[in-house]
């Protein structure tokens, strides 16, 4: 059986945490005391070390780099929210986490120094059983350049509604959907998810999800959504898709 996920205690040093070494490895509350103890009180003008890359109050989130990978960012609300099984996800007038965390792209491409093609930009959030974090928070980074050619290959073939893609990613078999939203101004995936889960007999905790950037054979701007759920074997996280390295940002655009 793979073995959970575990956070770095190289990542929870770079975070800066107050405490000794063995209990941060244990602190599953560790992104939220860094957003909720240092970026929000440091954006509201307190005399507090800002850790976060970016605090947006109004929008009700942070973004804070990632020790993991060269441009890896993460995007985490303010308020306390768990995780993906979080009811709140699914309210009426729910945040779209996804919206701003597709905005905050730019902090990839500004690590990189390249302008990453829409395709080749992805956003993930893990299962409860795939993370180690007890704070939501969504991986922004590179998608892995043979899950992004694996995706061109069989994008025509993927519809609006969710269906298994015909081929593995990483052994695991993942069900897609393309969403025809340019910056999903109209769409939530949380949203999206939530009856597809509920058909299938699984709880939204069971999930992970991955958004890559796509663009449709008319050169329209889309999205394609994948989702895999735990069972055997499989924890459900879809960061298994990303890069940290970020491989295909060498092909890419050099910015000024």
């Known amino acids: 059986m793979p ?3 575990t956070i770095t205690l190289r990542r929870l040093a770079a975070f800066g945490l107050l405490c000794l070494p063995l209990a941060c490895a244990a602190n599953p509350n560790a992104l939220w005391e860094i957003v909720h103890d240092y970026c929000e009180p440091a954006a509201e003008g307190a005399h507090v070390q800002q850790k976060c890359a970016d605090v947006n109050l109004a929008g009700g989130y942070a973004v804070l780099k ?5 441009a890896q960012y993460l995007l985490i609300p303010t308020a306390r929210v768990s995780g993906i099984e979080s009811s709140a996800l ?7 986490y996804f919206r701003d965390a597709w905005h905050a792209r730019g902090y990839v491409d500004r690590a990189l120094r390249r302008t990453l093609p829409r395709d080749e930009v992805s956003l993930a ?3 409860a059983s795939g993370r180690t974090q007890n704070q939501f928070h969504i991986h922004i980074d590179c998608l892995a350049s043979d899950v992004a050619q694996t995706l061109r290959e069989v994008g025509p073939g993927i519809g ?4 298994p893609l015909p081929v593995r990613l990483r052994g695991h078999v993942y069900s897609a959907m393309r969403i025809d939203d340019a910056d999903l101004t109209h769409t939530d995936p949380f949203k999206l998810l939530a009856p597809y889960a509920a058909s299938r007999g699984q709880t939204m905790g069971e999930q992970t999800l991955l958004l890559a950037g796509a663009v449709r054979s008319d050169g329209a701007p889309a999205f394609f959504l994948l989702n895999d759920h735990v069972q055997p074997g499989d924890w459900a996280s879809s960061e298994e898709l990303q890069d940290h390295t970020c491989a295909l940002a060498n092909r890419s655009i050099e910015k000024p």
């Open 3 to 5: 073995m959970k996920p």
């Open 66 to 70: 990632d020790i993991v990978g060269i």
């Open 90 to 96: 699914l309210e009426p007038d729910a945040p779209n």
């Open 125 to 127: 959030i893990n299962s």
């Open 160 to 163: 609006t509604e969710w269906k």
